[in-house]
């Protein structure tokens, strides 16, 4: 991790490493940082541990992952458990740097104060609490579900293609043959119902109202 904290020093941000997991979900709590890189191979208390804890407490730091893994299944569970990013080992640097300038241009942008709720026809997200409701019933969606599902509400009856809701959830290209937009769509229709994400073949999706 030194070479990191190097680079990012040396392109003017301030950098902490602490080597233990336990360090880290106390040291990532304490509301002085804006960005968490995570490796997965921590002692004591795993990356994977780390995460989880945080976002169960409703810490909402983004989280860029950092492993040796790189097989699908890892990357959909790091993210799943509210992983804002995903890189493997090895990588270069100026990758690594591109995606911590994408997470904190997100964390910089100004949320309009008027709008805190979205709804189309009986399904609402309030953007302050993170919280989602289909009619009456609350609907719980991980950090990646309530962004993925903010966009569609946010674009009703458009077509939103694969590599859209790639670039602007993930913030960069993933492999073109990665199944995870897929994979995450199938995740709010489970918890949404079938009939209001429409597949468009060939294009993407829509949300229907």
């Known amino acids: 991790?030194?070479?990191?904290?190097?680079?990012l020093q040396a392109h003017g941000y301030t950098t902490l490493i602490a080597n233990h997991g336990r360090q880290v979900a106390d040291i990532a709590s304490s509301k002085d940082f804006d960005l968490l890189?995570?490796?997965?191979?921590?002692?004591?208390?795993?990356?994977?541990?780390?995460?989880?804890?945080?976002?169960?407490?409703g810490e909402t730091l983004p989280v860029i992952v950092l492993t040796a893994r790189d097989g699908?299944?890892?990357?959909?569970?790091?993210?799943?458990?509210?992983?804002?990013?995903?890189?493997?080992?090895?990588?270069?640097?100026?990758?690594?740097?591109?995606?911590?300038?994408?997470?904190l241009r997100k964390v910089r942008q100004?949320?309009?104060?008027?709008?805190?709720k979205l709804q189309i026809g009986n399904l609402t997200l309030?953007?302050?609490?993170?919280?989602?409701?289909?009619?009456?019933?609350?609907?719980?969606?991980?950090?990646?579900?309530?962004?993925l599902a903010e966009t569609l509400v946010r674009h009703p009856m458009q077509v939103m293609s694969r590599q859209q809701l790639l670039d602007r959830i993930w913030g960069y290209d993933y492999d073109p043959g990665s199944n995870v937009v897929d994979v995450y769509i199938g995740h709010l229709r489970r918890k949404f119902g079938n009939n209001l994400i429409e597949t468009v073949r060939g294009v993407g999706y829509r949300l229907r109202p």
């Open 37 to 57: 890189i995570l490796d997965l191979g921590l002692p004591g208390m795993d990356g994977m541990e780390v995460l989880r804890e945080l976002r169960g407490r």
């Open 110 to 116: 100004p949320v309009a104060k008027t709008e805190t």
């Open 126 to 147: 309030d953007l302050l609490t993170r919280q989602v409701w289909l009619g009456e019933r609350e609907i719980e969606l991980s950090a990646r579900e309530f962004i």
């Open 1 to 7: 991790m030194e070479f990191i904290k190097a680079g």
């Open 72 to 103: 699908l299944n890892d990357m959909v569970s790091g993210l799943e458990r509210g992983a804002d990013d995903y890189i493997t080992k090895p990588f270069r640097f100026e990758e690594l740097l591109a995606r911590v300038r994408v997470q």
